[in-house]
């Protein structure tokens, strides 16, 4: 087949009669329109994910479908040498390629080959100790979202010149509009280009992304080596799923038992460069370039080594290892045969995607191969796959050598053992090669600048400055407050991030402060009870002179409390801190940096307000994670500690019930005048701490003294009660059930949400909705009393309807609306209509 960039079919490709696509089209009613090559460049699958149910599986990438590698790198430099005329050679000269992970990594670089003299970098989901991100963006149809942006030259982003951005596909675009927006907030620019295999966008799609390139004020342009759209029917997800659960309930294509041999991985030494980088995870200069081309042919004559007499060989790279893979694979290509007689190299990557195998002439993913991840992800384990490896019903399609390509970073016992990637290759080929290519980490860099001190009251916040020091940076003089419609609409459209930006704070009427008067009465000794029992557990389990670091800002009441339960009841001074955690985006490195120059890490116990789903709290395990190992930083434990768990996702609490803490019921006026927290890379640097504001000129609503006051004055009353509940929890398998994530998944998938980030369970959560977000409907517990006296005072005053529910493990869930525009609100921008 040929296209702008010259041939970039096989002939193996063009004896194909069958559209890879029509065993999905017919079952699901999607369609491609579009010119003859879109079919020939796109086949379908199901996906696995409730996000997408389909998945345009490209024949010319090397992810899904195994490909001559000259084909995958060919489309890829021809991309490239097309954003160089465009460009113009100044221009060109002047320009970085930025590849999406984890599909299009490979694809990226082959483009910044066609460039000619364009530094690459990648996104990353693998955190890596000791280098800071640079920013990160947001994927929203994954099964996996987060990119981080890690490089080791923190200036590579930095330049004027042109930004080209290049992925597999360009859909929607919504991933390319999150990623321009937020680099540009920090490194502006006036050119971007977007590279891409296929371009399906709708109309409104492109109108978008001209929408956004007129806000910022650059010009944006797209190459792609076709176009076309995809129609999909109104009921696609739901078709999807029931297609998916149809045939997982019956037989799917996995692969078949072999029809002969299993192979014993043999371990090559590459004799990989010393010194180079494996890939662009934190850039790849044309420098690098060069010492890899120079290298290739003595790496491929080692394996060649081992290949006597194998007519079908597959390089298989590893997820975001495709590009180190890729070159193999051609270097060995011109070894063996150079593409012609009866030997031949293919090249294909594993990856994380969750897919239907179909084994189908019109199916695109005709056989799976899933095995754990070995190379210890920051998001947990999970399964990965190796797709169309196997041959499945067809034994042509039999690889009769197979050459395993990982990092150094996978080459763990989960790759090596029963059920591990090697084990499940060898069982579908005759000769199995594993090379190792070292995972390049940047050398550390010069020591950071000292960082500052905390902030206290009464400078910042209305806490005494012995209660708590702030672990941030003062933005009150920062004009940062949006209205919550908009803010709602940015979020949810992926134009930013929720902790770009703050709400404007809510001042509640007279009716709302009586309430809340009431409920600080009637709760106080509660509250005192779950106080003194989750700070004695801590006191107990995690040692004598804990240092408490609140999850700033719901958890920071709680950590006032614990520490004067701790002084109350046992004389002690106990260190409290407040620190940021963002959603999506981790935790304030710069302030763990401080907290492990001050304090022992092993010491430090994170603490919350409460548990919803447990979002944060696996938030916080993962940010943790990613320091494992790093010098200094290692000794952090991601157990978080809260007053209430009624989600059931720590070990460490006062009480598993779900009800109303009064320092829920307000903002900052509860929470000694301070806003909720904001990372934006315009104001936090990499050195600086996240950011908040001090809302000093509403000082005559706070009542965060009056709080603390109120609860601390039961302290004596609820000694008894406590001491008996922390002797019963000592004695409890206090395991986590997750009870709570499992509820949201399915209350996600009952009211058509799918999407547990809209999702928000517990008396806390659900206020925190109705006082910041944009309220779709209340689901009540059948009977809750008055608990909820102030979510349906706030309910009636937004006009949000409250339903009840017989059923419902929580007191109440808060359900934010799901596709939210201000239309969606009325005129006024203040009511949700129900569904």
């Known amino acids: 087949m040929s296209g702008a960039n010259g041939t970039y079919g096989t002939e193996e490709e063009t004896v194909r009669t069958v559209w890879t696509g029509e065993w999905v089209a017919g079952r699901l009613g999607v369609a491609l329109s579009g010119g003859d090559e879109l079919p020939e460049l796109l086949g379908l699958a199901l996906r696995r994910n409730p996000k997408r149910a389909h998945l345009l599986v490209s024949n010319v990438l090397g992810k899904h479908v195994p490909q001559r590698p000259d084909v995958v790198h060919g489309a890829g430099v021809g991309l490239g040498r097309r954003v160089r005329a465009l460009l113009g050679d100044e221009a060109a000269a002047r320009s970085v390629v930025l590849g999406y992970a984890e599909t299009a990594t490979g694809l990226g670089h082959s483009v910044a080959d066609g460039l000619g003299s364009a530094p690459y970098l990648h996104s990353t989901r693998r955190p890596v100790p000791g280098v800071d991100r640079v920013g990160g963006f947001e994927e929203e149809h994954s099964h996996a979202t987060s990119h981080l942006l890690l490089p080791e030259d923190r200036e590579l982003l930095a330049g004027g010149g042109p930004l080209v951005l290049v992925d597999d596909e360009f859909s929607t675009g919504r991933t390319v509009l999150n990623t321009v927006r937020s680099l540009h907030a920090r490194f502006p620019r006036d ?56 045939h997982e309930a019956g037989t799917v294509a996995a692969a078949p038992p072999p029809a002969r041999g299993s192979a014993r991985a043999v371990r090559i030494d590459l004799g990989w460069p010393e010194g180079l980088p494996d890939g662009g995870r934190h850039g790849f200069t044309p420098e690098h370039r060069a010492r890899l081309e120079a290298g290739l042919p003595a790496m491929a004559a080692r394996i060649a080594e081992h290949l006597e007499g194998a007519r079908r060989v597959l390089v298989l790279g590893n997820e975001e290892l495709m590009y180190a893979p890729l070159r193999l694979a051609a270097a060995l290509d011109d070894r063996i045969g150079g593409g012609t007689g009866d030997r031949t190299v293919h090249f294909s990557t594993t990856t994380r995607s969750p897919v239907l195998a179909v084994d189908d002439p019109g199916y695109a993913i005709r056989t799976r191969l899933a095995f754990p991840a070995h190379d210890r992800p920051a998001d947990g384990p999970g399964e990965r796959y190796a797709y169309n490896v196997a041959p499945g019903a067809d034994p042509e399609r039999r690889f009769d050598a197979v050459v395993a390509v990982v990092d150094s970073a996978g080459d763990r016992p989960e790759l090596h053992g029963p059920g591990g990637l090697l084990d499940r290759l060898a069982a579908h080929t005759d000769r199995l090669l594993l090379a190792v290519v070292p995972a390049y980490t940047p050398p550390p860099k010069a020591p950071p600048r000292r960082l500052p001190e905390p902030l206290r009251g009464p400078a910042f916040s209305s806490y005494a400055p012995d209660e708590v020091g702030w672990l941030l940076q003062d933005l009150s003089s920062t004009a940062l407050e949006a209205p919550t419609e908009e803010r709602e609409e940015a979020v949810q459209s992926g134009g930013a991030h929720y902790a770009e930006s703050l709400p404007v704070e809510y001042q509640p009427s007279e009716a709302y402060r009586a309430l809340f008067r009431s409920a600080l009465e009637t709760s106080a000794g509660r509250v005192a009870r779950a106080v003194g029992t989750v700070t004695e557990t801590v006191l107990r389990e995690r040692g004598p002179r804990p240092v408490l670091v609140s999850l700033a800002r719901a958890g920071t009441p709680v950590g006032v409390l614990m520490r004067r339960w701790a002084r109350h009841a046992h004389g002690l001074e106990l260190p409290h801190y407040a620190v940021s955690i963002v959603r999506g985006r981790g935790i304030d490195t710069t302030a763990l940096r401080w907290l492990a120059d001050r304090h022992d890490p092993a010491d430090v116990v994170f603490v919350d307000g409460w548990t919803g789903k447990g979002a944060i709290a696996r938030e916080l395990a993962h940010a943790l994670a990613d320091f494992a190992g790093f010098p200094g930083l290692s000794g952090f434990d991601p157990r978080l500690a809260v007053l209430a768990d009624p989600g059931g996702c720590v070990d460490t609490y006062g009480t598993r019930d779900d009800f109303l803490i009064p320092s829920a019921c307000l903002n900052s006026t509860v929470s000694g005048l301070v806003s909720r927290t904001v990372l934006r890379a315009d104001l936090v640097g ?133 596709r939210y525009t201000r239309g969606a609100t009325g005129a006024g921008g203040t009511a949700v209509a129900s569904r």
């Open 191 to 246: 050119r971007y280009v977007v590279v891409a295999l296929v371009d399906l966008r709708s109309a409104g799609d492109r109108d978008r992304l001209a929408e956004c390139a007129a806000e910022l004020g650059a010009r944006v342009d797209l190459v792609s080596l076709a176009a076309g759209g995809v129609r999909l029917p109104a009921d696609v997800l739901a078709r999807g799923r029931e297609l998916v659960a149809a």
């Open 686 to 818: 990499p050195d600086d701490f996240h950011g908040a504001k001090f809302y000093r000129d509403l000082a005559g609503s706070d009542v965060s003294g009056t709080f603390l006051d109120t609860v601390g004055a039961r302290f004596d009353e609820v000694a008894g009660a406590v001491a008996a509940d922390t002797a019963q929890l000592a004695a409890a398998d206090r395991t986590p059930t997750w009870a709570g994530w499992a509820a949201v998944e399915r209350i996600s998938e009952e009211y058509g949400i799918h999407d547990v980030n809209l999702v928000k369970p517990g008396v806390g959560e659900t206020t925190r909705v109705l006082l910041r977000r944009v309220p779709w409907k209340i689901l009540a517990r059948r009977g809750a009393g008055t608990d909820l006296d102030h979510v349906r005072l706030l309910a009636d005053q937004r006009a949000v309807p409250v339903e009840e529910v017989a059923e419902l493990p929580y007191t109440c869930v808060g359900l934010i609306h799901p």
